[in-house]
């Protein structure tokens, strides 16, 4: 039997006694401090009240429940990044390289007759990787101004039409309060905002390019209201009456970025939505998190009946991640203090934005 008393600067188990009744304490070189107990009440507030203690000393706490039992696990936290972080970098490098591949096809280029078109398309992959990365550093900005552990971004390669899946960050910490929820969630879907006006924008002002064949003059593309409007407030079209011409790829980084901050805006399980839906109306959140899946498959089931079923299988697509989000929870913040106006205000506009990404057909191959 392990010595039931805690190493220095650890809460003893008789201080989480009122919470999680210790019997057993252990310290292990991969695990850290393990307090091996029973939940005196129910798990998700079991954290949410014993993690101040640990946070004041530097540890973060998860529960866990191990061949029966109960185990509070605190963990050291690290704010900084320790060493080269090997895999964000080679992701990046990866999702470089097949963001450059998907880019060159835009240009209707062919890298199997002309290795160097994958060099000329960096302006795509540019733009496309920019939006993402000014995205997650938002969230990983304000997670550090909140000192909450956060990774740097993970991105995602993928050999598709647009070379990635997007970018992660994990965050591996409790969240201190409603309020350091609130800035995370919403730092990266404003100023992935800002990174897809300012694409945009630079995009509209390209000359556009002649594809006639390949797969980019298959694609049609729906626009948002925010790049139509970005379009106009610059004077220039988004679409060409020769069906030859497409809109330069740099637009494509701006249409990236508007489809991402929809998608992240869903109020369900750990997108960004979730967590400014969370902090803005707490356990309410799981009335909001029900709608999301019904409203999905009912554009859904609108398109394929109204619209020929262009994009129905993408929103039943989505319809169904989100019933998989929606099981895995949302973060519960260890202060429940409600947000005040001033947060409330910038929800509001965020959510707004938000709609304003939103196209019902946005990509369909013809």
């Not at 963001?99 to 733009?127: C, E, I, K, N």
């Not at 060409?240 to 970025?257: E, M, R, S, T």
């Not at 973060?331 to 934005?353: C, M, S, Y």
Request: charged share 15%; net charge negative; hydrophobic share 50%.
């Amino acid at each position: 039997m392990a010595e039931q008393s805690s190493p220095t600067g650890l809460p003893d188990p008789e201080t989480l006694a009122d919470t999680f009744v210790v019997y057993e304490v252990d310290t292990t070189p991969t695990d850290g401090v393990r307090y091996y107990g029973e939940p005196l009440a129910e798990t998700d507030q079991v954290v949410q009240r014993v993690a101040p203690w640990f946070r004041k000393q530097g540890y973060r706490v998860t529960l866990r429940r191990e061949t029966g039992e109960y185990v509070l696990v605190a963990t050291e936290r690290s704010l900084g990044v320790d060493g080269i972080p090997w895999v964000n970098v080679t992701l990046a490098l990866v999702t470089l390289l097949s963001t450059l591949f998907a880019g060159s096809r835009w240009y209707g280029s062919s890298v199997t007759a002309d290795p160097m078109a994958l060099l000329a398309a960096w302006p795509f992959a540019a733009s496309v990787l920019g939006v993402l990365a000014v995205h997650e550093f938002g969230h990983y900005a304000l997670s550090r101004h909140h000192e909450v552990q956060a990774s740097l971004p993970y991105f995602i390669p993928i050999p598709n039409l647009l070379g990635t899946l997007g970018a992660v960050i994990r965050m591996r910490d409790n969240m201190p309060s409603r309020r350091a929820l609130f800035d995370i969630g919403v730092a990266g879907p404003l100023a992935g905002l800002a990174a897809t006006v300012v694409v945009t924008a630079i995009g509209v002002t390209l000359p556009p390019v002649e594809v006639t064949g390949g797969i980019a003059a298959r694609v049609e593309l729906g626009y948002p209201l925010l790049l139509q409007g970005v379009a106009a407030l610059m004077g220039e079209q988004l679409t060409y009456a020769d069906p030859a011409l497409l809109p330069n790829p740099v637009v494509i980084g701006g249409w990236v970025g508007a489809f991402v901050t929809f998608l992240n805006l869903l109020p369900v399980g750990q997108l960004d939505g979730a967590h400014v839906s969370r902090a803005l109306v707490g356990d309410r959140m799981r009335l909001v998190q029900r709608a999301v899946p019904v409203a999905l498959f009912g554009l859904a089931g609108y398109l394929y009946v109204f619209e020929g079923g262009r994009a129905a299988a993408l929103w039943a697509f989505w319809g169904v991640l989100t019933l998989v989000f929606s099981q895995t929870g949302t973060v519960a913040p260890i202060d429940e203090t409600p947000l005040g106006a001033k947060r409330k205000a910038v929800g509001f506009l965020t959510l707004v934005l938000g709609a304003l990404c939103f196209v019902p057909i946005p990509l369909v191959l013809v």
